[in-house]
């Protein structure tokens, strides 16, 4: 083919860049830059790749952290509110003492 069309390879060894016949991607040649025999990997989807990996995993950081911080809101809610349950609970235990020893 004549008019092969040429995507952006990155060599598995030494990471340099060059230009590679698209039919050529996966396939062992020699490295323009360091000599070595390397399969041609394709250069954007590598980069895109590891890039969009890095921006999922602090997306998963970022709502875990969120997730903790909204735990951690309703705990202090549950807590605040159980104090208050607690605070109001021993004139209600003191009645309850009282009609029991009524009977
Ligand atoms: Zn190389």
Redesign the pocket.
Known sequence: MATAKTVPGR?E??G?MFEVPAETIGLETQ?P??R?Q?EVLLAVGVVDGAASRKAMIWAVVGVLVLAALLAAGFFALHMARRLKEKRSMPRQGVELRWIRSQG
């Open positions: 060599c060894h030494c340099a490295c830059h360091c070595r390397t």
